[in-house]
């Protein structure tokens, strides 16, 4: 079987500056505590974690505060 450069593709990155994730992921997992609280595609991050009208940085800056003991 012949492959191709465009068959497989990914990218694994860790990044604490979430900005960038709205513009570039495709993919979430968000980790929290050490525990994996989704791993999903972008979209369906925002929908079940999401508000309406949150951009993906302020529903990571939500998340993280609601964490928070």
Not at 7 to 23: K, M, N, P, Q, Y
Not at 44 to 69: A, K
């Amino acid at each position: 079987m012949r492959r191709t450069c465009y068959e497989v593709l990914a990218e694994i990155f860790s990044t604490h500056i979430t900005s960038d994730l709205g513009r570039c992921a495709d993919d979430i997992v968000y980790i929290s505590h050490g525990s994996i609280r989704a791993a999903c595609p972008k979209e369906g991050f925002m929908r079940e974690l999401g508000r309406p009208d949150e951009t993906p940085e302020e529903t990571f800056l939500r998340l993280e505060r609601e964490e928070r003991p």
